[in-house]
């Protein structure tokens, strides 16, 4: 068995004390025999012998006292001795020496004994007072653990951190006697502020508080800012001496004298500095300032964990909120389909009324019976790690079928079970509803419910097919509504829409079983006349189409009279191809429309050339803006009396690089239907205003200049803003632009044409009627159009003075304008018996060959310096 040093140290001591008193006993003998045998006078040698052996026995204990007095007791047996005759004794000498050896160990043994009952004593005196010391230390432990259970709990039952802070103050300085506990928090303006957490036993503390509440501490500053700089406790013994307290005076107003300042920190934040007071001076106690500080740390721990809660628990208040206010339902399933939680927007698509309706509960009730089985094996495969889709049909409480798609992922089970299924589903009953209608919409169409242009290219190759096989004919024709632009502008798309639906139903009575009919855009329809044995089927099945006509459609009261142009080709006579023979319908259509139209036409190849040709110069068009093969001429318009020049009209020309000149009715009328007539008008106005402001800086200052609108740039909603635009960029005064228009235009939607052309009234233009007297127009409406003047047409200036028909009309519209305040301009005055006429009756202005043809700009600026004008004469 091992010794430690410290037992070997204890085992030398004892040695040295039992042989330390035998050693100074030993010394002693034979100090004393020296003394005597030099002559020493010792007055009594056996009493200091006697001494040593008490001294022995007291220091070295028994055994150490026992063996002082043997040797003693040797000693005097020696000393009591006859000389020279040593342990012989005389007289009394050798009683005397029993009786030492008798009373010598018995001393050393009595006292032994009371030293060691006296160790004893005082050894379990000492056991005593190390026992109380523990128990003392003990109970102090656990008052500092209950303290801290007890501020633990009433902490966690804390409401908020003031209400925390003040359960601290308040057990603090409950248990330790200190009367002023107080907190103080970094504020917004980045100083400590003194909070309302606070306590106090006794009053008289009042202004020290007031004080405390007013002041903001900086670091460094003051007891707290101390505290805040460090982030360790500070203890002042006297803060009415401390140099570094701006609240002495009031701590000394309230008897307030030591202060301990304490950090309460989370993590490094530091939350708040605890302080406390009492009235007397005191050195700094580390044992309380520990137990403080533990409080105070402990509360940090506590004010984190309590953060981190409110954090954790507003974070899952906002998913909670997040996850109720998705309008995608969101929900998590178990592994064997039972439903476990559900949001608001799931128990709405599922019309559940109560969440308890259905969590818990297995999912596939909701679904159709077909799905239910491919839901469960979904289930499994995105618990096996896969995330997953599925669409799927589903009843509602209510019996509502709705179609959903569920995005869904593996999520680990809150309370460490298996996995679980987090969904996200919505309902895309509207998608697939989009789907059958989009389908539906690839093949019919969808205001008529007629088969569209793929519909219409598949039965006829089919119907192709079949004829193949047959050797049958098969006729593809193409019709288009007579002036359906007319009805749709002036009676409105509404019922323009009403008219086709009407026109569809009766073509579908008009047709043969077999037979098909479709809508293709606008007001073209196309047919398929299938199983036919000769042309002349195709010729009595075109006539029973056009006679569906002859009967008015009944449309939103209106009574409407339509008719239609077709053209028919024929398989496989025309053409091989599906597509080929649309197009061959197409063209013989456009023949029945020059024809006259409401007749029907039949394709010849002739017709594709025309088409051709159509189509080429239709491609050049959009080009010859680009390419400044469009110019302006202008025509002089003079004053009826004077003769003077004092306007002109621009007039378009297209010069084409291969075919020459082209004339404007042939190509105006494409530009019309194509919608290039948009940019060009633009361009013609533009160019018009901008050469009328160049001849007036040269030296024509009144010139005005007139431009024609076509039906389409008139429609357009922002027609004065663009012509707006044009006479700000080119600075021409629009008191000379001249606007012209015709009848049939303004009549097609007479109220929205009064509209605009009051809004081009009121930027001071001049508005006119061009070719005035070869439309409808009703009177009653062209008093109401702000217009200033009406141009005679030149069919009725032709043939004056001749043809008294013409001459008529042309004073009755001369002086029917004048008692209307309207100005006339004659259009086409050639001769000067027409220009003597017009000059008789009045007529304001004249314009033709008489005086100029159109001529270029730079003829006609040549014009205008000649100073020619009409003759007066």
Not at 235 to 247: A, L, S
Not at 291 to 319: C, D, P
């Amino acid at each position: 068995m091992a010794i430690t040093g410290q037992e070997l140290c204890s085992a030398k001591l004892n040695v040295w004390r039992n042989l330390s008193g035998p050693l100074l006993a030993a010394s002693a003998v034979v100090f004393v025999e020296i003394l005597l045998r030099v002559g020493f006078k010792i007055p009594n040698p056996p009493a200091i012998l006697l001494l040593i052996v008490a001294f022995s026995a007291f220091y070295g204990g028994m055994v150490s006292g026992m063996v002082s007095a043997a040797m003693a007791w040797l000693y005097f047996a020696y000393f009591f001795s006859i000389p020279g005759q040593p342990f012989h004794y005389a007289g009394e000498n050798f009683t005397r020496v029993m009786m030492w050896a008798v009373t010598t160990p018995a001393m050393a043994l009595m006292i032994g004994f009371l030293k060691r009952r006296a160790m004893h004593v005082s050894s379990l005196t000492t056991t005593n007072t190390i026992l109380k010391a523990q128990m003392t230390e003990r109970k102090r432990a656990e008052d500092e653990v209950r303290l801290l259970q007890a501020m633990t709990v009433a902490v966690g039952e804390a409401h908020d951190l003031y209400s925390a802070l003040e359960v601290v103050l308040r057990k603090v300085c409950e248990s330790t006697g200190w009367l002023v506990g107080q907190a103080w928090m970094p504020g917004e303006t980045g100083r400590l502020e003194c909070v309302p957490a606070w306590y106090g036993n006794t009053a008289g503390f009042e202004r020290f508080r007031k004080t405390s509440l007013e002041m903001k501490c900086m670091h460094g500053t003051g007891l707290p800012g101390r505290v805040w700089a460090s982030k360790k406790p500070v203890w002042v013994n006297d803060v009415t001496c401390d140099g570094n307290f701006p609240r002495a005076s009031a701590a000394m107003e309230a008897g307030l004298r030591a202060g301990l300042g304490i950090p309460v920190l989370a993590g490094d934040e530091m939350i708040a500095v605890l302080e406390f007071f009492v009235r007397a001076p005191r050195d700094e106690d580390e044992h309380l300032t520990g137990i403080v500080s533990s409080i105070a740390a402990q509360l940090g721990s506590m004010i984190e964990h309590k953060r981190a809660q409110e954090a954790l628990r507003r974070s899952e208040n906002q998913l909670r909120a997040i996850v109720d206010a998705e309008p995608e339902c969101v929900k998590i399933v178990a592994a064997d389909g039972t439903l476990l939680q559900m949001n608001a927007a799931g128990l709405a698509m599922i019309e559940a009324s109560r969440p308890e309706q259905v969590i818990g509960k297995p999912i596939f009730g909701l679904l159709l019976p077909e799905y239910r089985e491919p839901f469960r094996d979904f289930i499994d495969n995105v618990l096996r790690g896969n995330k997953g889709k599925m669409e799927f049909e589903m009843i509602g409480f209510k019996g509502t079928h709705r179609w959903m798609e569920s995005h869904s992922v593996a999520m680990p089970s809150d309370r460490g079970g298996p996995p679980v299924m987090l969904s996200i589903t919505r309902d895309i009953t509207e998608l697939k509803n989009s789907e059958r209608r989009l389908k539906q919409l690839a093949h019919f169409d969808s205001l008529t419910d007629l088969p569209n242009r793929v519909q219409f290219i598949e039965r006829l190759e089919q119907t192709m097919a079949d004829a193949d096989r047959n050797e049958r004919l098969v006729g593809v024709a193409f019709l288009d509504l007579d002036r359906f632009k007319y009805i749709n502008d002036s009676l409105g798309h509404g019922k323009g829409d009403l008219l086709l639906r009407e026109v569809a139903i009766r073509l579908n009575g008009a047709i043969r079983r077999g037979d098909t009919v479709a809508r293709l855009s606008g007001d073209e329809f196309a047919l398929v006349l299938a199983d036919m044995g000769h042309v002349d089927d195709a010729v009595r099945v075109a006539q029973k189409i056009l006679d569906v006509f002859r009967q008015p459609f009944l449309v939103a009261g209106h009574e409407l009279f339509v008719t239609a142009s077709m053209g028919i080709t024929l398989y496989p006579f025309d053409d091989r191809g599906a597509q080929d023979l649309l197009r061959n319908a197409d063209v013989a259509m456009y023949r029945a429309k020059e024809s006259g139209k409401n007749n029907f036409q039949f394709y010849v190849a002739e017709m594709t050339a025309k088409a051709t040709e159509r189509l080429s110069l239709e491609n050049d068009l959009r080009s010859a803006l680009d390419r400044g093969e469009l110019s302006l001429h202008y025509q002089p318009i003079a004053d009826g009396k004077s003769g003077r020049v004092v306007g002109m009209e621009a007039l378009l020309r297209w010069k084409h690089p291969v075919r020459g000149m082209i004339s404007p009715a042939q190509f105006i009328p494409l530009a019309e239907e194509t919608g290039f007539i948009i940019p060009i008008g633009e361009w013609v106005l533009r160019t018009a205003c901008l050469q009328c402001r160049a001849w007036q800086k040269q030296g024509f200052p009144s010139l005005s200049v007139a431009v024609n609108l076509s039906s389409r740039q008139f429609h357009q909603k922002d027609l004065p803003a663009s012509i707006y635009n044009i006479l700000q960029e080119t600075g021409l005064n629009p008191l000379y632009l001249d606007l012209e228009i015709t009848e049939g235009l303004v009549m097609q939607q007479a109220e929205s044409s009064i509209n605009t052309l009051r809004e081009l009234k009121a930027m001071d233009m001049r508005i006119s009627i061009d070719d005035f007297g070869t439309g409808y127009s009703s009177l009653s409406y062209l008093k109401r159009f702000p217009i200033d003047v009406l141009k005679i047409d030149q069919s009725f200036v032709r043939g004056i003075p001749g043809d008294a028909d013409d001459a008529a009309i042309a004073g009755t519209i001369i002086t029917m304008a004048h008692s209307l305040g309207l100005k006339v301009v004659a259009e086409g005055v050639e001769t000067r018996e027409q220009l003597n006429f017009m000059r008789e009756h009045d007529c304001d202005a004249m314009q033709g060959y008489f005086l100029s043809k159109p001529l270029p700009a730079d003829q006609f600026e040549s014009f205008l310096k000649s100073g020619a004008r009409l003759a007066t004469g």
